[in-house]
């Protein structure tokens, strides 16, 4: 049994020695500098694949029944807007420039969209037609799911759950399971302390790269105010900010109101080269 627990111990202390601290993107105009803790045996690659696979999966199954693409309108809409926000990824990260980029629209009555890691991006009807968005507001959910995928947020919740997992099997092998029956407690705790707080970070970073991202393809980052509000409008009940993975609403329309003056700029510039 000691043997055992020596060899658990070891595992988790090599598993965590694999994590590093890394830079995903530059800081752009408004700074997003946050180091992010990434196990070193989960490459972007690695994740990469496994969310074209996901991707492909969906495209399949939209396709087979008849919903994917189906609103030509929308999706020649989505599309002209990606190809304006695309490049401008290269001020955070010149190497997604090369991702196999993807822009479909599926017909489904949901308020969502998403941008996979390695650039595959989705968009639901549900959600330009009931918020009735306009291009400024298409950009903004895009600019900022893209962002999700420029920082590759998904890599590190993955490192993170790894890291957690690992934590909790450290304990057990140094407690001998004594206390293996408070472990879901423990889970709920690290949820609520750490990792919802994490993920609001995420989102808070994808606000914000993505009000940049839009503003330097030429739509109005004001968008994402109206965007927001609609949002809210639409969400009522929402559980409290310290149980949500996301920010309240008037916490991110806050905070990206305290950007506009850094991009801002960035439209008017490029509004005036057209």
Request: aromatic share 6%.
């Amino acid at each position: 049994m000691k043997f055992k627990r020596s060899v658990a111990a070891l595992l988790v202390l090599a598993g965590l020695a694999a994590c590093q601290q890394v830079r995903t993107t530059d800081g752009g105009a408004i700074g997003v500098e946050r180091k992010q803790t990434m196990v070193s045996l989960l490459s972007n690659e690695q994740v990469n694949q496994m969310a074209a696979q996901s991707y492909a999966d969906t495209i399949s199954k939209a396709g087979k029944e008849g919903r994917l693409n189906s609103d030509v309108k929308a999706t020649r809409r989505v599309r002209a807007i990606a190809d304006r926000l695309i490049p401008q990824v290269a001020v955070f990260r010149r190497d997604a420039l090369s991702w196999q980029w993807e822009v479909n629209v599926e017909t489904s009555p949901e308020l969502n969209a998403y941008c996979a890691p390695g650039g595959k991006i989705m968009f639901y009807t549900g959600i330009i037609e009931k918020l009735k968005l306009s291009d400024d507001e298409i950009a903004a959910i895009m600019g900022h799911e893209m962002a999700h995928a420029l920082r590759e947020h998904g890599r590190e919740r993955m490192s993170e759950a790894y890291a957690k997992q690992m934590g909790l099997q450290l304990l057990s092998a140094f407690t001998k399971g004594k206390y293996d029956q408070y472990m879901g407690m423990a889970d709920q705790v690290s949820a609520i302390a750490i990792s919802l707080p994490h993920s609001r970070t995420h989102e808070s970073e994808a606000d914000a790269i993505g009000l940049e991202l839009s503003a330097r393809a030429g739509y109005d980052p004001r968008a994402a105010i109206s965007l927001w509000n609609k949002m809210s409008e639409a969400s009522e009940g929402q559980p409290p900010q310290f149980l949500s993975t996301h920010p309240s609403n008037q916490t991110r329309i806050n905070n990206m109101q305290s950007l506009m003056p850094t991009v801002l700029p960035l439209y008017e510039t490029a509004r005036k080269k057209g």
